[in-house]
């Protein structure tokens, strides 16, 4: 005596090509966010070295402004003059709800004035976390 078994109909219904499209969608998204996120430190920038120096985490809630060898300044991949990098600082800090924090990739040979002149703006605009990156000391420049 031979059993009979049914075939449910469930599987047959089922349609792949909305769940298709969202992993789609997804694995886009995040193609495009990391590229935007490696940008900030794409700049060509000679870092000074210091012995204490550790690898750099990026936040979302972080602003990252490079200082090139001639003292200009680049923020996204757009280069600002001081009175635009003020204004920008002054509206970083006032859309953020916690403390941002500012990170300055400034070139080794940079001037230290521009350095401390971002470190000023970001006083004057209310943002006392920033942080200047250094390469580690046993790297070659």
Known sequence: MAVRLQRGRA???LSLTPLI??????????????????EDRAFPVELPAASSAKPLASKPEELVISIDQ?????????SLDEPTLGLLLARY???KMEQPMVTMR???????????????????????????TTAPKDRKP
């Open 93 to 95: 800090g006032a859309e």
């Open 11 to 13: 599987l047959e219904s």
């Open 106 to 132: 400034a070139d080794r040979r940079a001037p230290v004035d521009s350095v401390v002149r971002v470190m000023d703006q970001c006083q004057k605009h209310g943002l006392t976390k920033y942080r200047i």
């Open 21 to 38: 499209d969202v992993v789609f969608l997804l694995l886009v998204f995040f193609l495009v966010a990391s590229r935007f996120a490696q």
């Open 70 to 78: 001639a003292g200009g300044y680049h923020v996204q991949g757009k």
